[in-house]
DNA sequence: AAATAAATAGACAGAATAGTCTTGTCTTTT
DNA sequence: AAAAGACAAGACTATTCTGTCTATTTATTT
């Protein structure tokens, strides 16, 4: 089985992807497959050529609608992030109950993720781990990503009537960053229980309601 | 002031790099030079050519030494590894006291890590985020890391009477995780203590002593 | 001093890289 | 039917990549 019947199979199990379906039209085939071949095998280690061979594009046409490959890879973090949000948070918005139930749910969303035969870790920790240690570009879009994630996570702290909002919402972030890393590595999507835990205790120690 | 200048000033500062003095034969600036350049520009974006310039080596040398580029990547894995181990057990054995206040002085030591200013996360986390999904090369090398640090968690559990050795092991590490992780991205050194919080936190639960 | 080892400089091969450009086909809109 | 635009196929440039090889020089050892 190819990358790309294996990514179709897959990613219509876990339904967080661009589309079920490959799609149509060439843009949106160029960044399917532009996501797939950066995400698992890494931004600089892909080639254009190989993008173009994937998404069954000539390359006047990727060039029409990207002036350079790091435009394409900011579009396709930007795209990347912005599917992954739409999934995540809308999985915590059917989440029923207070906030601290919903903060918890948080884990439960990211086991799921994690235990997708395809996960590969996060876009922008990856991006962010692979390029120049001064590349702001990249660093800008992966701030903005974790901003919203803060911005959501604060808003609960502050139903949850806790003592410092920013700093439940900074111990949050770093038991999903942690849980990320950990499950990436190990393979191991009960990472993700073992940051619930963690979680659950911080959450009891500042008294959540 | 260029990077080579840059690095030996920075370094003094750490005191975990190679050798704070630049070295003087061939093997050890190769591997000296590819270490700061993997680290700061990537694996793939550093070249061979940028190596030797940086090194001040010849091409026959390095392939002498290393017979592709691949088992010298591999190599200088194992030495951030083996150094960086060396330097931070070594700041945890000047802790005197019980192991609860030795774990909980891992956070005060990544702080100090996190604030060299030279300081671009950790290196496995790094590699495993920018190579193939599926390589197991640079997989075992990080686990294998991994399982030195988490072998020396449990030994700490273990003399802390928790009641499961394993899931506080699990979760000390999830914190390293997420510690290293968010203060790559922020550049902020205190995400060592927003951890060290959950650390207490989860060690008060379990009862440790 | 002679012999051996190690490092230098750099040419070179072969493949891959990003990006440009031309030509022709197909589809949609007018 | 005609015009317009999107796209495919692929030649092409110019650079860069890893890795090999030769020839020369420097260091070390015998």
Redesign the interface.
């Known amino acids: 089985m190819d990358d790309a019947v294996q990514e179709v199979c897959l990613r219509q199990g876990s339904g967080w992807s661009f589309a079920a379906l490959p799609p149509k039209n060439a843009r949106d085939r160029i960044m399917s497959a532009a996501s797939f071949l950066f995400?698992?095998?890494?931004f600089?280690?892909t080639g254009i050529d190989t993008i173009l061979t994937r998404a069954g594009t000539a390359k006047a046409t990727l060039y029409n609608h990207f002036k350079s490959k790091e435009e394409l890879i900011t579009a396709v973090l930007e795209a990347e992030g912005e599917t992954w949000r739409t999934w995540f948070f809308g999985r915590l918005a059917d989440v029923t109950g207070p906030a601290r139930t919903r903060v918890l749910a948080v884990f439960d969303v990211l086991e799921d993720w994690f235990s997708d035969p395809g996960f590969?870790?996060c876009p922008f920790?990856?991006a962010?781990?692979?390029?120049?240690?001064?590349d702001d570009t990249v660093?800008r879009l992966?701030?903005q990503h974790?901003e919203r994630l803060v911005t959501w996570l604060k808003a609960q702290a502050i139903e949850m009537q806790v003592p410092d909002v920013a700093?439940t919402a900074?111990?949050i972030?770093?038991?999903?960053?942690?849980?990320?890393?950990?499950a990436?590595?190990?393979r191991d999507a009960s990472?993700a229980r073992?940051?619930r835990?963690?979680a659950e205790?911080?959450l009891?120690?500042v008294g959540a309601r």
């Open positions: 995400c698992n095998h890494g600089a280690a590969y870790g920790i990856n962010v781990a692979e390029f120049d240690t001064n660093r992966a701030d974790k700093e900074r111990s972030a770093v038991l999903i960053d942690g849980a990320i890393v950990a990436q590595h190990s990472f073992t940051a835990k963690l205790c911080h009891a120690a």
